[in-house]
Structure formats: C-alpha cells, structure tokens
C-alpha cells in the first residue's frame, strides 16, 4: 500500500464529500484507517481505494468477496473494476465521477450492477468521498464503499412491477396482457424459470398466458380435463391443493402427458391452484425449469404471491362476464336482452351493407298475454313466457339472432334471406310451435301470438326505421284479427299466404295421392312413329284451382314432398306403360321427370329398380328425364348414371342448352337423348342465331352419340326446319296437348298400323 497521508480531522466534511491532507505519523494514519476498515466490514460494506494519479485501486476482501472472488483474486487496478461493470452502467458511473472531480457534484452516490463470478449480476450501492493533497489542494485519491443492493432491488422492482399489474388490472387491460406480465415479472426474479397461467373452465384447462413456452406445449395443454393425475396443473385445479412435481419423468402424475412436457425441456412443475375471494378454483399458476428440482423459500413464497395475483385477474374478468351476462341476457328466458338485440341489430346493417345480403327482423307479440297473468298469475305467465323462448330457439337456425325485448314481445333477426319467403317461413312455424297447448297452473292453454315483418334495406334504412316497420307490421296482423304474421308490404303478406296454402294442401295432395297424371306423346320425325309418351303431373286443387307443375314441383322439393310425389309419378306411369302393352299396344317408352335432387338422392337407383320390379315394367321402356344442372363431373354424379344404365333405363337431359356446364360434361355421361328446350323452339322461326344453336346443338349431339328431341312443337313450319336439321324426335302442342290416360289408350289404339302407332 502505497505510503500514508494524514488526515486532518477538522477538515473531513460528508458535505464536500473531501479530505485534505498534511504529513504527520505514519503510525497513526494506519491505525485510522485499519479503523475505517474495521468499520466498514462490521457494516457489510466492501472498502476501494482509487489512485487517481496512477489508476491503482485497493479493493477490499469484502468488496472483492461481493462478487465471488477470495481476497488474492482481482488485480489492484482499474481496469478491475472496468472489466466487471455492467457495460450498459460503465459510462454513466465515469460520468458520475467526473462530475464530482470537476465540482459540478458536491457528494458521489451511484448504483451499478456487477458481474459476480458465478455469471449472475450484483446490484451495488457506491459511495466515495475526495482525499486531496495538502500542499496544492489536487484530488489524488478517491475512496469509497460498496453496499450489495441486489436484494434491496430486486424488492423494489418486484413492488413496482406488481403496481403496475395492479394498475392494469383496475384499468380493463386484457387478462391475456396481463397473464404475460405476470409471467414476465416472475421469470425475471427467477433466472431460466418459465411460467403459466392455466384457467379452469367446464373442468378443462385452458391457456391463459404462457409467454416463454412454446406453442405447440401451450396448443396441446389447452382444452385438457383436469384430474387427480392430469400433470401439476390438472391435478392441483382438481385437487384445489399445492402440487409439487420435482421430476416430471418419473413423477406419476405426468405418466399420462409427459410426452407433451419433456420435448421442450420441462423437467420439473410447481403448481398453485388459482382461487377467488370465495375459495373457488379458478385455474393455475405453474413454474417450471429445465431440470428436476423443488422450489426454495423464495420460490415457494413467489409461487403462492403469482396464484394470488393472477387470482385477482380471474376474479375481475369472471365479474366482467356475469356483468355483461347480466346486462345482454334476459334472465327470465335466458335470450338475448334488449341491449343485446340493438347491438345486434347494428350489427346486422352493417354487415348486410359490407356483403349485399338482406335479412329480415320479425317482431313477435303473444296476443292477449295480460290475460294470462290476470287469470292464472304472474308465475304461470312467466312459465308460459319460457316456454315460447324454448320454441323461438327450436324454430330458429344457428346464424339467427333471437331477443325478448320485454314483457312478451320478442325478436328474430334472420340473417341471409334469399327471397321474400324465407321469413314468412320462420313466422309460420312460430305461429304453428307456439299454438300447441300446452298446462299452466293445472290448465290447458293454447297460446297464440302476431308477427311483423320487416326486410333490411327494403323496408329501412337504419335501425330506427327497421323497428318502425316491424312494429307496423306488427300492429298490421294484429287488426288482421291476430294468430298471424303480415309484411311490411301487404302484396307480400297476400302471397306468403297463397303460397303457404299452396304448401298444406300439397303435403295433403301427394299423401291421398290427388294428383293426376297427363301424357304426350313423342314422335320419330323421320317415320312419323309415336315412339313414347311423357307422363306430366296435374293438381287441381276444390278451392285453390289449377296449379301449374313448376309451381308445386318446386314447393314439394322445398318442403320435402319430393319423393313420395316421385315415387306415385313413377308407379302410376309405370302402370299405365304395363296396361299399354297389354291391350296389345306396340312398345311405347315412357318419359317421366324426375327432381334434380331427388335424382342424386342415395336411394333413388333402388327405388326405381323396386318399381320396375313391382309394376313389371321393362326397363329399357323407361326414360328417365332430369335436367342438365346435375350434369356435372362430380363421381356421385356419374355413379347415378352408370347404375341406372346397369338396370337398362334410358336417361333424357331435359332442358338442353339453358344451363352452363352440360357441353363440358357431356363427354362424360352416358345419356341417350338430349331435350332441346323449348325456348329455342319458339324463337327458332325468327331469330337466325338461335336456328345456328339448334343446329350446333343437334349436330353436337349426334357426334357423341346422342339422340335429340325438341319439345314445344307447335308449327308445321318449327316441324319442317328441324326435321332438315336432322332431328329426331319432337314434341308438342302440333301433335297433341297432354291427355289422361284412357285419352292417350285412345288414341294409340287408333293409331296402329302394321303393328306401329302411326301419328296421321
């Protein structure tokens, strides 16, 4: 040590943090300062000594063990100190110390973190105080003390980080946000631990926050039940105890999901079950680290302080769920509240302007509810209110939205409707479901209800005059005398009523089998044969009069009468053919239609064979005919055609050249004729273009093998230009309107020739 300058006691000052020097006793200077040092380490505080003249540092064996080192490790230099300092730190501590050698800082305090031998960081508290030479006043030494902070620190950060966790969680912050700072906040007190926060949901596990593993670990967690040996956190959210797994290999409780763990270096889980004030388990809070191991005082106390922390989240936003429960359910009937439906209904406008579709809002009222609860009660109206929440459910799909809006009015919006119909349909069932009786306070009751309907934009524009619409149409079917629904627009209501009539007393038709059935005939073009008939479905209904076939065919495909009307067309027709043949009629094929969907119906092939074998028709007599929508190359498709060619029936594409995809797919089918449809018939006569698509068509079709019937015929001269395009088979009102069947008997009878019907 370099040789010792006196201190002059009356001139120490802490203010000015220096010392002047002046020469005195050698002995006495050391014996100060073996004081000083005495001192020092009774305060647990590391003692340097910087010469500044030659960079020589005296450093301590208590400074020096602060950071791991014995006393005869670390040379006596600066550069000790340089190359220990935290690299971030070392520029603001020079700073520091020049600002107190200039006088531009009458003390010199500053912290810094130090690298300690075992790789972790020391955070130091550094005080220091000028010795300046006696004879010219020049600082030559500064001296000063280390104090471990680190603890101190540490403390301090874990305090400020959790107000800030606090301060997120009273502002609304996201839980999964705060989950992530939770974890952080832990994983930084814990060097190479990682954390999670599981919440229980159902009895299942599901992430909450997990920033340091990986996603596949937290994809596979989330959704597990938990059990009693469902890992650290299945079994402690089960249990609603501590668990602590030192191995997870061995350990038993991870037998079954280790596999999901080790992967990704998980080799040891401490888990505290997540609780709110009330004790209930609300998820986990996990640790893990990369190697087995139980966790110390410090660990064990900060596993506990997390659950509680994340506990506190999980309560917030549980509180938050019931609160906008509570304020968007109706808690009588658990639908969607008033609140709710208005959002929704925005909602609805929005998107509806965003894509184009419409929707329709329909307003539904029981008719003479107050009644109820005057004569029955206030508990059987509020039963008799569930009961119709249950049935607007039922009745409803998936993407609509149902709300009671109060008392016993309610709400449906329902979303993507194609047509006018769509809503009239989820009204009938309302009135159908909510008229069956049913028992209040030991009474049959049948209820009954009105409904208006609105469709956005064509009815409003805007929320307000969307619920002005349905309100008025609303009251509409109230004064219409109740027990029904009406449309904004009466036109609207007039037709959904036709068509629902037409649809109850269709379902009655085919079921009595009311219908009837008409034929007309075909004819070879090139012999003048009639070669088959085409049996075509009539109703005419006592009240409803005559309903032409497109009008039923497509109400029974929509309301799935479309095979048994199917099945009594291919019987009755089938029959009819059987009775030709034996009064001694020469063969006649017989066409029938039949429904696209139907067609592709997976029994549709064993129903015909079941019908050829109960009539004893002769399949290759029996032509089927569906139109070209179905031609496509789909293998489902195909399958139906090659099946029915296996059974010998003849297969017709009606309607050829109206659709798109048929000339792309006619490679692919094994159809014998094509139908030109008889639009192209009509137009034939005066529209060059459609006489070259006619030809193109017949041409076509010839080329791949197919022959070709036009239908519509109804002049000698469309007669005559399709028989020079090489047609072969025509139809129409030239030859005959359709006729019943003793009609049509008739008038093949009449027709034989030579063992041929013969048209004359």
């Given at each position: 040590m370099r040789p010792p300058l006196l201190i002059k006691k009356s001139t120490m000052s802490l203010k000015n943090s220096q010392l002047h020097l002046i020469p005195t006793d050698t002995h006495e200077l050391f014996l100060r300062e073996e004081r000083l040092s005495l001192a020092l380490k009774g305060a647990n505080d590391g003692l340097w000594d910087w010469n500044l003249e030659t960079d020589e540092v005296y450093y301590s064996p208590r400074w020096k063990s602060m950071l791991g080192y014995e006393e005869g490790e670390l040379a006596h230099h600066l550069d000790t100190w340089a190359s220990l300092v935290h690299p971030d730190d070392k520029d603001r501590v020079l700073k520091t110390v020049q600002d107190h050698l200039s006088g531009n800082a009458d003390s010199f305090e500053v912290e810094m973190r130090m690298r300690h031998k075992e790789g972790h960081e020391v955070v130091v508290l550094s005080r220091a105080f000028l010795v300046n030479r006696a004879s010219d006043g020049k600082a030559v030494r500064l001296v000063g003390t280390h104090v471990d902070i680190t603890e101190r620190k540490k403390t301090e950060s874990y305090l400020e980080k959790t107000a800030e966790i606090l301060e997120m969680i009273a502002t609304g912050q996201p839980a999964a946000v705060i989950y992530d700072r939770i974890a952080l906040m832990y994983e930084g007190r814990h060097p190479g631990m990682r954390c999670s926060m599981l919440e229980l949901e159902s009895g299942k596990l599901l992430h909450g926050g997990a920033p340091s593993l990986p996603k596949d670990y937290c994809d596979a967690v989330h959704g597990l039940e938990n059990g009693p040996n469902v890992g650290s956190c299945g079994t402690s959210?089960?249990?609603?105890?501590?668990?602590?797994?030192?191995?997870?290999?061995?350990?038993?409780?991870?037998?079954?999901?280790?596999?999901?763990?080790?992967?990704?270096?998980?080799?040891?889980?401490?888990?505290?079950?997540?609780?709110?004030?009330?004790?209930?388990?609300?998820?986990?809070?996990?640790?893990?680290?990369?190697?087995?191991?139980?966790?110390?005082?410090?660990?064990?106390?900060?596993?506990?302080?997390?659950?509680?922390?994340?506990?506190?989240?999980?309560?917030?936003?549980?509180?938050?769920?019931?609160?906008?429960?509570?304020?968007?359910?109706?808690?009588?009937?658990?639908?969607?509240?008033?609140?709710?439906?208005?959002?929704?209904?925005?909602?609805?406008?929005?998107?509806?302007?965003?894509?184009?579709?419409?929707?329709?809002?329909?307003?539904?009222?029981?008719?003479?509810?107050?009644?109820?609860?005057?004569?029955?009660?206030?508990?059987?109206?509020?039963?008799?209110?569930?009961?119709?929440?249950?049935?607007?459910?039922?009745?409803?799909?998936?993407?609509?939205?149902?709300?009671?809006?109060?008392?016993?009015?309610?709400?449906?919006?329902?979303?993507?409707?194609?047509?006018?119909?769509?809503?009239?349909?989820?009204?009938?069932?309302?009135?159908?479901?909510?008229?069956?009786?049913?028992?209040?306070?030991?009474?049959?009751?049948?209820?009954?209800?009105?409904?208006?309907?609105?469709?956005?934009?064509?009815?409003?524009?805007?929320?307000?005059?969307?619920?002005?619409?349905?309100?008025?149409?609303?009251?509409?079917?109230?004064?219409?005398?109740?027990?029904?629904?009406?449309?904004?627009?009466?036109?609207?209501?007039?037709?959904?009523?036709?068509?629902?009539?037409?649809?109850?007393?269709?379902?009655?038709?085919?079921?009595?089998?009311?219908?009837?059935?008409?034929?007309?005939?075909?004819?070879?073009?090139?012999?003048?044969?009639?070669?088959?008939?085409?049996?075509?479905?009539?109703?005419?209904?006592?009240?409803?009069?005559?309903?032409?076939?497109?009008?039923?065919?497509?109400?029974?495909?929509?309301?799935?009468?479309?095979?048994?009307?199917?099945e009594w067309v291919l019987y009755t027709a089938c029959n009819q053919a059987v009775a030709c043949r034996k009064a001694g009629i020469p063969v006649i094929r017989m066409a029938v239609n039949i429904s696209p969907n139907h067609f592709l119906d997976n029994d549709f092939v064993l129903l015909v064979k079941r019908i050829i074998e109960e009539t004893g028709m002769n399949p290759n007599e029996l032509e089927l005919e569906v139109t070209e929508n179905v031609v496509q190359t789909d293998p489902q498709n195909l399958s139906v055609f090659r099946d029915l060619k296996e059974l010998g029936v003849l297969i017709a594409i009606d309607d050829f050249g109206v659709g798109y995809s048929s000339f792309a797919s006619l490679k692919h089918l094994t159809a014998d004729y094509l139908k030109i449809d008889r639009h192209f018939v009509s137009d034939m006569l005066h529209d060059k273009e459609t006489q070259l698509l006619i030809a193109s068509m017949i041409d076509l079709g010839h080329k791949l093998e197919h022959r070709i019937i036009a239908e519509g015929v109804e002049a000698t001269e469309q007669y005559d230009m399709l028989n020079n395009m090489g047609c072969d088979i025509a139809q129409g009102y030239l030859f005959s309107k359709p006729i019943d069947a003793e009609e049509i008997m008739q008038t093949l009878n009449s027709n034989i020739d030579n063992g041929r019907c013969v048209w004359p």
């Open positions: 959210t089960y249990t609603g105890k501590r668990v602590l797994v030192e191995n997870i290999e061995t350990d038993p409780k991870w037998a079954m999901i280790k596999h999901i763990a080790l992967p990704h270096g998980m080799r040891c889980c401490w888990s505290e079950p997540i609780k709110n004030s009330s004790g209930k388990v609300l998820g986990a809070f996990g640790m893990y680290y990369d190697f087995p191991a139980l966790p110390n005082e410090e660990e064990s106390e900060d596993l506990k302080s997390a659950a509680r922390l994340a506990g506190i989240v999980m309560e917030r936003d549980q509180a938050q769920k019931r609160i906008r429960v509570l304020a968007y359910t109706d808690e009588l009937t658990g639908l969607a509240s008033r609140v709710r439906f208005y959002q929704q209904l925005e909602e609805s406008i929005k998107s509806s302007d965003r894509n184009g579709r419409r929707f329709a809002l329909l307003y539904v009222d029981l008719d003479d509810f107050k009644g109820v609860n005057d004569s029955l009660g206030h508990d059987a109206g509020d039963q008799l209110l569930k009961e119709i929440a249950k049935c607007l459910r039922s009745i409803s799909r998936e993407i609509d939205f149902v709300a009671r809006l109060s008392g016993d009015e309610f709400c449906i919006i329902v979303k993507d409707v194609d047509d006018d119909y769509a809503a009239a349909h989820v009204a009938q069932r309302c009135l159908e479901m909510i008229s069956e009786p049913i028992e209040l306070s030991s009474r049959k009751f049948t209820p009954t209800c009105s409904i208006g309907i609105a469709h956005y934009p064509d009815d409003g524009e805007n929320m307000s005059t969307m619920l002005k619409a349905a309100d008025t149409s609303l009251y509409s079917a109230k004064e219409l005398g109740k027990n029904q629904y009406a449309f904004y627009k009466p036109e609207l209501t007039r037709k959904a009523e036709h068509r629902f009539r037409v649809e109850q007393a269709l379902r009655e038709a085919v079921e009595k089998q009311q219908l009837s059935l008409v034929y007309q005939p075909q004819i070879e073009m090139s012999s003048g044969e009639i070669i088959g008939v085409e049996a075509l479905s009539r109703w005419n209904h006592p009240s409803l009069g005559h309903i032409p076939p497109r009008e039923f065919i497509v109400t029974a495909d929509r309301i799935g009468m479309i095979k048994p009307l199917t």
